[in-house]
């Protein structure tokens, strides 16, 4: 399998710009995860996707973020109007979403977002 | 919103030593992860634990899912250099998102 891949690896934007990342998740998994993660602590629940359709969304996601999965394969994910706050790491992750308890989640290498 | 302690924060050891961390949590979780994350890349998973009081093995890596279901341990037999990272426990919400611990850093002197 191509495992998850994530565009770009590496974003420095001034605040107040808008900002767009794309994850490519494992060919045939239906389910995919955004997660953020800033330095020191471990990644937290942004949104999720089951095919084309965006079932739970984060608190975290704030009306300036936005996420789209159009034909249920790439997913981007929109920050407009950017604060410094935003800087982290973005991760993107994606499972065969079947129902098993054994679905593992796969992580992409993440796109590091700095605002200036 | 809901969280998974685990400890210790940060460790230094000597090459060949044994490591041991942990994760607890106030909820009941079916199913517990541990991932390996090193520097600029997404986490990789370790090990994956379904059922309470399972011991789970890759190689140098012993995974126990606690009895109470709300906690985890990882042990790392004969460390060696490559086992520098940053180790998280994850637990398995009902609908499907990871639940992270704070993460354990881990390095290794030869």
């Known amino acids: 399998d191509t495992g998850v891949s994530q565009d770009p690896r590496h974003k420095i934007t001034k605040r107040g710009q808008n900002v767009t990342f794309r994850c490519d998740p494992i060919?045939?998994?239906?389910?995919l995860y955004w997660y953020r993660q800033t330095l020191g602590q471990g990644p937290e629940f942004l949104t999720y996707f089951q095919n084309e359709a965006q079932l739970e969304k984060s608190r975290l996601l704030s009306d300036r973020f936005s996420a789209e999965r159009p034909k249920g394969s790439f997913s981007t994910l929109e920050i407009q109007r950017t604060e410094q706050g935003d800087s982290a790491m973005y991760l993107c992750?994606?499972?065969?979403?079947?129902?098993?308890?054994?679905?593992?989640?796969?992580f992409g290498p993440g796109t590091r977002l700095t605002v200036l | 919103g809901q969280q998974l302690n685990q400890s210790p924060q940060s460790m230094f050891i000597q090459e060949g030593e044994d490591v041991s961390m942990n994760c607890t949590s106030s909820?009941?979780?079916?199913?517990w992860l541990w991932y390996k994350q090193d520097p600029g890349e997404g986490p990789v998973l370790l090990i994956a634990?379904?059922?309470?009081?399972e011991l789970t093995s890759n190689g140098r890596l012993t995974a126990q899912f606690g009895i109470t279901r709300k906690d985890s341990f990882l042990n790392i037999s004969a460390s060696i250099p490559s086992d520098v990272g940053i180790y998280f426990c994850a637990a398995v919400h009902n609908t499907g998102k990871l639940i992270f611990g704070q993460g354990t850093t881990l390095q290794v002197k030869p």
């Open positions: 992750a994606s499972s065969r979403g079947q129902g098993e308890i054994t679905d593992t989640q796969y």
């Open positions: 634990l379904y059922k309470a009081g």
């Open positions: 060919s045939e998994h239906n389910r």
């Open positions: 909820s009941i979780f079916n199913t």
